[in-house]
């Protein structure tokens, strides 16, 4: 058998190629797979010469021993474990691992037919027990590889997931705390806009503290808690609590709300408050000196409503519109928060059906816009025309 994987070799990686080529495409480069049959071909005919010279201890040291449970890794265990990682890393499942290998059976076996080549019984065990290590290296590496990379990933996913949920108690504590200041000079009557700012961010922390911990006893996802709420005063709300922000930052902030009284969304409310305020705040951070942060919302032709954040951040460095929204993302060298504001708000966006797009305006600043469907009145509950 020796004498004829050395010499049809080529013919043998060839076969197997094609073999693979008949799956879905990767894109291997032959440095990538140096490891695989071509380097398994030659290992095995040196085993065959070390079986056929009777020198045991260098077959096994070559090719593994094919005692289960044994901890030594051969020469042929030490490639089929890099090419077990370089077939995750190439995004190859498991079960192509092992038909790489049989892949190879089965051209040495069809050939071997085609040229009438009979081989030994012990030189048919030798090929097995290569084999057999071989896929038994390359998918214990596959599987541990893939293991450590879904536990990164489920890792990964716990920060951001924690990240958001701080990210937004600190900011509902932020403006607890700023109503509360004002409240405490006296001059600001406790039932009047500033105290409904603290009432609303109590509730939020208390909302964002019990999805805590309904996560952590059903480890469910965000609730749906969608209601139909009027569009006019609930800009009026984010406004009052913006306000208080932008008093404390010395930010000029004004809010336009000229929308219909009847508009009307469905969706839940304190998301949409959410995303509102991280943009507002987003703002805030980034509107230059002497310039203005404004917040209004229009109906759209469309069947939406649109709701407005602009700022005078002098607008947008090259390319960053596309990853703004990714968690961890900071603008320019600011390290003052975690870079989740922006990722929150279109997380609570789409949340509730909505869009949440940036627009440019270089030399100025730009303009985040909240799109979401108003709800549309069916015809049978309109009030009959005067």
């Known amino acids: 058998m020796r004498d004829f994987l050395i010499r049809n070799r080529a013919e043998l990686i060839e076969r197997c190629a094609a073999k693979v080529a008949q799956r879905p495409v990767r894109a291997a480069t032959p440095e990538q797979l140096r490891n695989g049959i071509p380097l398994f071909l030659e290992q095995l005919a040196r085993t065959l010469a070390a079986d056929s010279a009777g020198e045991a201890a260098e077959s096994v040291r070559i090719s593994g021993s094919g005692v289960a449970g044994s901890n030594a890794l051969s020469e042929m265990g030490v490639s089929a474990t890099a090419h077990g990682k370089q077939l995750l890393e190439l995004g190859y499942s498991v079960d192509e691992v092992v038909h790489g290998y049989g892949d190879l059976c089965q051209a ?80 600001l009557p406790i039932a009047g806009a500033t105290g409904a700012v603290l009432r ?102 469309d069947g939406t409503v649109c709701i407005d954040v602009q700022d005078g951040c002098g607008g947008l460095p090259a390319g960053f519109e596309e990853v703004m929204f990714s968690p961890f993302t900071r603008r320019h060298a600011d390290r003052s928060g975690m870079g989740l504001g922006l990722a929150i708000a279109r997380q609570n966006v789409e949340a509730v059906g909505g869009t949440l797009a940036v627009r440019d305006m270089p030399g100025r600043g730009c303009v985040f816009t909240i799109s979401v469907r108003r709800r549309q009145v069916s015809p049978e509950f309109e009030a009959p025309a005067k």
């Not at 536990?151 to 716990?158: C, H, P």
């Not at 006019?232 to 809010?255: E, K, Q, T, W, Y």
């Open 200 to 301: 609303r961010s109590l509730v939020a922390l208390s909302s964002l503290v019990k999805h805590a911990l309904d996560e952590v006893r059903v480890a469910a996802a965000l609730s749906d808690d969608n209601k139909v709420f009027a569009l006019a005063p609930f800009l009026a709300d984010a406004g009052s609590a913006a306000l208080l922000d932008a008093n404390a930052r010395g930010c000029s902030f004004i809010v336009t709300n000229t929308i219909d009284p009847d508009v009307e969304v469905e969706g839940d409310r304190e998301l949409l408050l959410g995303a509102v305020m991280n943009l507002v705040q987003n703002a805030f951070k980034f509107t230059r000196p002497d310039t203005e942060v404004s917040l209004n919302a229009h109906a759209a032709t």
């Open 108 to 187: 040495i076996s069809d050939m071997a037919v085609e040229r009438d080549a009979a081989f030994p019984v012990d030189e048919f065990r030798t090929l097995n027990r290569c084999l057999d290590n071989a896929i038994a290296d390359a998918v214990t590496e596959f599987s541990s590889q893939r293991d450590v990379a879904t536990a990164r990933r489920y890792a990964e996913e716990e920060i951001e997931r924690q990240g958001f949920l701080l990210h937004e108690l600190r900011n509902s504590l932020h403006t607890a705390s700023l109503a509360l200041t004002a409240l405490e000079t006296g001059k």
